[in-house]
């Protein structure tokens, strides 16, 4: 019987937002639950894919802030590691289009510290899938025991990843040179145009796909913000446009979008291995309800995803 679970392994992150000041010598922020992988983990429980996340959950109050969230939106947490480091820290700037940048505040943080005892492959259970990147693929020294859990589990398990570049924290060189060994790991692997220019700058992205190809990347998907995404399977390339939306700011939009096309080929029973069913044509469906996912990200405040009912018959906001 095939899984009826989803996982997705990686970090939380407190996500503050200045929101003014109460006098000349302070500054006033609004905390919110954050942190890619756990922005996925959230969309994917909201869409109705049952969803597992693994990450190591500081005891401290932003700790308790990332339970209360997850378990809200039904994720499971019993993959969870009770953790007695701090939890991590992003400061977030607004440009006028919503866009966000960090700030990070993650030495000797929580999401870091996996060793090899804790990441064993009893804590992804019989999940169709495994879902990771971000800061967790590439933060040492727990980076290196993921890889490890992937190659472990992708005998049975599809395995996604979007390496979500975070330049203020990490060289991109350091992604460049992991992306074939990552690409040899994945069945499908999803970034934006952003991430893909700090890899590759330069470098035409139908080139980039065929390379990732070759590595062992089945499914490549990178999404363009307005433009929509581009999704290559085996080569075979086809667009998806954005919906128009009202953007009230970007955050977890991309995370959104993961969860949206790995929930659509989910319920078309195409996770559990290789991909070995998937059709360019299904790919490409899959994409367009992801974009749909994305878009009413962006039409609220802050990583605050869509639940399955908000997508039913709802047309988005125009811009």
């Avoid at 800061?135 to 993921?146: E, I, T």
């Avoid at 969860?259 to 469906?285: I, K, M, N, S, V």
Wanted: with cysteine; proline share 6%; aromatic share 4%.
């Amino acid at each position: 019987m095939p899984s009826t679970q989803v996982a997705v392994l990686g970090e939380c992150v407190a996500d503050a937002f200045t929101i003014g000041s109460a006098g000349p010598n302070e500054l006033t922020l609004r905390v919110l639950p954050g942190g890619g992988p756990a922005n996925t983990a959230v969309a994917l429980a909201r869409l109705g894919t049952p969803t597992r996340f693994l990450a190591r959950i500081s005891r401290d109050s932003f700790g308790s802030m990332f339970r209360a969230h997850l378990e809200a939106s039904g994720v499971d947490l019993s993959g969870c590691v009770s953790a007695g480091e701090p939890s991590t820290l992003a400061v977030a700037t607004l440009d006028a289009a919503g866009q966000a940048g960090y700030s990070f505040h993650a030495e000797g943080s929580a999401d870091w510290q996996w060793s090899a005892q804790e990441l064993d492959t009893g804590r992804v259970g019989e999940a169709a899938c495994l879902h990771t990147g971000s800061l967790a693929l590439v933060r040492a020294p727990g980076a290196g025991h993921v890889e490890e859990l992937l190659e472990r589990v992708r005998e049975r398990t599809t395995v996604s990843i979007d390496p979500n570049v975070r330049a203020a924290l990490v060289p991109p060189a350091v992604y460049r040179t992991r992306m074939h060994r990552w690409c040899a790991l994945a069945d499908i692997v999803k970034l934006s145009d952003d991430d893909l220019g700090q890899i590759h700058p330069g470098e035409p992205v139908e080139q980039v796909c065929e390379s990732w190809h070759a590595a062992g990347a089945r499914l490549v998907v990178v999404t363009r913000g307005p433009q929509g995404a581009l999704v290559s399977l085996d080569g075979q390339a086809a667009t998806v446009p954005a919906p128009a939306a009202k953007v009230v700011d970007t955050v977890g939009a991309g995370d959104s979008f993961t969860a949206g096309l790995l929930h659509r080929l989910h319920a078309q029973g195409l996770l559990g291995g290789r991909l070995d069913g998937l059709t360019l044509a299904q790919a490409t469906e899959a994409a367009a309800f992801a974009a749909r996912v994305a878009a009413l990200t962006c039409s609220v405040a802050g990583a605050n995803p869509p639940w399955a009912a908000d997508l039913a018959g709802q047309t988005l906001p125009m811009s």
